[in-house]
Every structure is written in structure tokens, then in C-alpha cells.
Nanobody, 120 residues
Framework: QVQLVESGGGLVQAGGSLRLSCAAS????????MGWYRQAPGKQRELVAT???????TYADSVKGRFTISRDNAKTTAYLQMNSLKPEDTAVYYC??????????????WGQGTQVTVSS
């Protein structure tokens, strides 16, 4: 079992910055990758960024060049630095951890979500 706790959301003006944190606890040794997803009202949850155990990162096209995902050395906390925020970045942001189960299966864990609101 892995527990995820997010923090760092809030209200910011367009062009501003926020930094989200996601602290993992429990069976953190089983975590393959961590990531951030977001869900705006009336829309489906979408991928924002992921970071693998080796440090490989992926980003949604809409946030490339503005957002940066990182992990601490212990690989138990993931961060999302969000710069040049736009009103369309407004959403609930969810932390995700993909864990390995046995040799060939994976299981996803989710945080409770943190609200990010960008005013124009």
C-alpha cells in the first residue's frame, strides 16, 4: 500500500507560479514512477507530467516549457513546479504513483487532489 498526500495548490494570477508537492509513504520501494494529472470541471482527467524511477520525464504538450516535474533523492516525494500559469491550467491536480506488483503487474495509487485556480 502507498499513501499519497499532496500540498501546494492555491489561487494565483495568470503568469504566476506554484509548486505542488506529493509525499509518498508506505511501500514506497515498490514505486516505479510518479506523476501529476489534472481534471478541470466537466472534463476528463488528463496527464500533466510523469517521472520514472530513473528520472525520465514526460510532459503534456500543453505544459511543456512551463512545468517541471522532479523527485527527491529518496524518491518518495514528487514536485511539480508550475510557471507562467494560464487560466486554462485551472483544475484539481492529482498525484499518481505507479507501483510494481510481482513481476508483471502494476497498481496505481492516487492522492486526494489539490485545487489550482489561475485568475485572468
Amino acid at each position: 500500500q502507498v499513501q499519497l498526500v499532496e500540498s501546494g495548490g492555491g489561487l494565483v494570477q495568470a503568469g504566476g507560479s506554484l509548486r505542488l508537492s506529493c509525499a509518498a509513504s508506505g511501500s514506497t520501494f515498490s514505486i516505479n514512477s510518479m506523476g501529476w494529472y489534472r481534471q478541470a470541471p466537466g472534463k476528463q482527467r488528463e496527464l500533466v507530467a510523469t517521472i520514472s524511477r530513473s528520472g525520465t520525464t514526460t510532459y503534456a504538450d500543453s505544459v511543456k516549457g512551463r512545468f517541471t516535474i522532479s523527485r527527491d533523492n529518496a524518491k518518495t516525494t514528487a514536485y511539480l513546479q508550475m510557471n507562467s500559469l494560464k487560466p486554462e491550467d485551472t483544475a484539481v491536480y492529482y498525484c499518481n504513483a505507479e507501483t510494481k506488483v510481482g513481476l508483471q503487474f502494476t497498481r496505481d495509487y492516487w492522492g486526494q487532489g489539490t485545487q489550482v485556480t489561475v485568475s485572468s
